[in-house]
């Protein structure tokens, strides 16, 4: 569970947290994480890429309490983008809405000299049939014989009237930090979440260099 003090404020830090303001508020303390993270790494790289997935469990699976399907994915696919020197920072949330089951968030900083070509919308294209990556690591953190494509799903968002799957921010663009930060807003949330034990945590994120942050 999240012990954290609440927002109900339309910002935070002067910066913009969601277009649809939830009733139940925001987690100040995933909201100044956030907040970290991007100005970390938007000093770190000229460019840095934002995206934003959303993770769910196969129909049928007996889905342990614990967060280790997912601890697993998320390491295993951070080691992947080290390798491919993306460099990776992340934040995951764990949520339940009316369904069964939990099911995350998460979202990636990457460098975006490196991996911009995630923008592209290739909705229709024959490699976006394919498995991806995110795919085959989450079909074998759930011990599934091979993937099953839509349980890892990349958040779209509307950028300057073209659908694109992350965000790019250009260091000391304000307006795109803005956009970023409201667009990793959305895990702030506190609707659906709290439904985890005592001792499940329902968030988590990347260590930075100089981290005095407590999860």
């Not at 091979?146 to 958040?155: A, F, Q, Y």
């Not at 609707?191 to 981290?211: H, I, M, N």
Request: aromatic share 14%; net charge neutral; glycine share 6%.
């Amino acid at each position: 569970m999240i012990s954290s003090e609440i927002t109900y404020q339309a910002n935070y830090d002067g910066y913009p947290i969601f277009a649809s303001l939830d009733s139940d508020g925001h987690y100040v303390d995933i909201l100044e994480r956030n907040l970290q993270l991007l100005t970390f790494m938007t000093q770190k790289h000229s460019q840095t890429l934002v995206v934003r997935l959303d993770i769910r469990f196969p129909d049928g699976m007996l889905i342990p309490e614990d967060n280790s399907c997912f601890q697993y994915f998320i390491e295993n696919y951070r080691r992947y983008m080290v390798r491919h020197k993306f460099d990776p920072y992340y934040l995951w949330v764990r949520e339940r809405n009316k369904a069964v089951h939990h099911h995350y968030h998460c979202y990636f900083l990457l460098n975006g000299n490196n991996i911009r070509y995630l923008l592209l919308n290739s909705k229709d294209s024959q490699e976006n049939k394919k498995p991806s990556k995110a795919d085959e690591l989450w079909a074998a953190a759930c011990g599934l014989p091979e993937p099953i494509k839509g349980l890892v799903h990349i958040t779209e968002i509307e950028v300057n009237g073209y659908i694109q799957r992350g965000i790019i921010v250009h260091r000391d663009d304000r307006s795109a930090f803005a956009d970023a930060f409201a667009f990793v807003g959305y895990l702030a949330k506190v609707a659906t979440k709290g439904s985890s034990t005592r001792y499940v945590r329902e968030f988590g994120s990347s260590q930075l260099p100089y981290d005095s942050f407590s999860l």
